[in-house]
């Protein structure tokens, strides 16, 4: 198969099913009920970059394609789950068949080489589609295949892999774990250094389950009348853009903050001066309740009585949510931001997860809110970026889609400065007023900053 659309000829073979390269139980596991919500019921697309100078590892001519290829089957057989398909028990409860069916995989050649693609190796990434290729019936939630990967060959003898996983199996973190097992099987390893553990039970409501915290994420505080209030945008009047902060421009926006809050991490800032941006250029008026939500990781050192396990890669997040009104929000120094952040990053305990399953069971599974909301993750550290297949590390490794959530990336730039950027996906006029936004605030002077507002 060709396709142009791209400016770029992508030549594809018919998909195939890579079953695990050996005997697998046939059984079924139950997700968990962090797992099993209606807003992780979607696919985490992610993508990675190899030149073709990027060290060898021993590999001399081999096939990126082959090598990739085979390894994926022998991973499957400790990540086997992977291989099933999912079905909706009572209650619409998610479970695992573990059928050894196997994941789709894509072989494809691209006419173009890496540094023709220029600074577009993250987010937003315009030939997506061609690299990643939504095989026809592959999508659904359930009776699909879990996960597709597509290897596209470059003409400078590099390739680019990309991964689209069913995200109820695993978060970001997991899907991590599993490429980078995928990885070290590629380069000679007879197991994974991380062998992975299932153990979803630690997850699941308790018995009987009981909301024992308040919980912002799935709360729709305004009328349902408002919640159609956004007016519907025509694609071709979007944007998707990335932001770009080097170490100069994460040290200015620290410089805005209270001394209070200049230790607060990279992420942290970040986010409370994007949020207070964005939500200035939408100006959705000053008595209108604006949100930001975060993800929080569990694997943390902060929620060991959680008991999860080095190598479980299942979902292990919650949604931290602060709420505020625009008016407010834009009206005071950024440090309430900051502090708003702050505050509700540290009520998420170890009883609030639990007490978000349990809920998960009481009320049908809810979507989090996103009227109003600005939805954020981290996405610097999730693994992706140190997987070598055998050829190095990837130049870019991590999200391939930006849009539904703002993730911070860890990505260098055009000049060769290591830095974050953000992507966000706004309407074109919005974009532009954002842009502005940011720009003053990272231009201003801290004493000038805190002086004019």
Same mark, same amino acid.
């Given at each position: 198969m060709a396709s142009p659309a791209a400016g770029f000829t992508v030549r594809r073979r018919k998909p195939e099913l890579v079953p695990p390269a050996g005997p697998t139980p046939h059984e079924l596991k139950r997700l968990s009920d962090i797992d099993d919500q209606d807003g992780i019921r979607s696919f985490v697309p992610i993508i990675q970059y190899y030149p073709s100078s990027g060290g060898g590892g021993g590999k001399g001519d081999r096939d990126p394609v082959e090598v990739i290829r085979d390894a994926l089957a022998r991973a499957l057989v400790f990540y086997y789950p992977l291989a099933g398909r999912l079905r909706e028990a009572a209650g619409r409860k998610l479970v695992v068949e573990c059928t050894g069916e196997g994941v789709i995989f894509?072989?494809?050649?691209?006419?173009?080489?890496?540094?023709?693609l220029g600074n577009a190796l993250h987010p937003p990434i315009p030939y997506l589609s061609e690299v990643l290729h939504n095989v026809p019936g592959s999508d659904g939630i359930l009776h699909c295949p879990l996960l597709l990967m597509q290897v596209t060959r470059l003409r400078c003898g590099g390739f680019i892999?990309?991964?689209?996983?069913?995200?109820?199996?695993?978060d970001g973190a997991g899907l991590g774990q599993f490429m980078l097992a995928v990885s070290e099987l590629a380069r000679g390893a007879a197991a994974p250094s991380v062998l992975p553990v299932w153990a979803r039970e630690l997850l699941e409501a308790r018995n009987p389950p009981r909301i024992t915290c308040f919980h912002r994420e799935y709360e729709h505080t305004r009328p349902p009348d408002s919640e159609g209030e956004a007016v519907a945008v025509p694609p071709e009047d979007m944007e998707h853009r990335s932001f770009f902060f080097g170490r100069k421009g994460i040290a200015t926006l620290r410089r805005l903050m209270p001394p209070n809050l200049r230790d607060s991490s990279t992420f942290e800032i970040l986010t409370a001066c994007l949020w207070r941006c964005r939500t200035a250029a939408i100006n959705?008026? @000053? $008595?209108?309740e604006v949100r930001l939500m975060f993800i929080v990781n569990a694997r943390?050192?902060? +929620?060991?009585?959680?008991?999860l396990p080095p190598g479980y890669y299942g979902n292990a997040i919650a949604y931290a949510v602060a709420i505020t009104t625009a008016g407010e929000l834009c009206a005071r120094p950024v440090g309430y931001a900051l502090e708003l952040l702050r505050k509700v990053k540290a009520e998420v305990s170890n009883e609030y997860i639990r007490s978000v @399953? $349990?809920?998960?069971?009481?009320?049908?599974?809810?979507?989090?809110?996103?009227?109003?909301? +600005?939805?954020?993750?981290?996405?610097?550290r999730t693994g992706l970026e140190n997987v070598d297949y055998g050829w190095g590390k990837p130049l870019y490794g991590g999200p391939a889609y930006g849009r539904v959530a703002s993730f911070h990336l860890a990505v260098r730039n055009r000049e060769g400065e290591d830095g974050i950027a953000v992507p966000h996906y706004l309407p074109r006029s919005t974009m532009n007023r954002f842009a502005m936004e940011l720009e003053k605030l990272i231009k201003e002077e801290p004493r000038g900053r805190r002086s004019s507002l």
């Open positions: 894509v072989e494809a050649d691209a006419d173009v080489r890496l540094e023709q892999v990309a991964t689209r996983l069913n995200h109820t199996m695993a959705p008026g @000053a $008595d209108k943390s050192k902060r +929620y060991t009585s959680l008991g @399953a $349990d809920l998960m069971v009481l009320r049908g599974r809810p979507h989090y809110v996103t009227a109003g909301a +600005y939805l954020v993750s981290d996405a610097t």
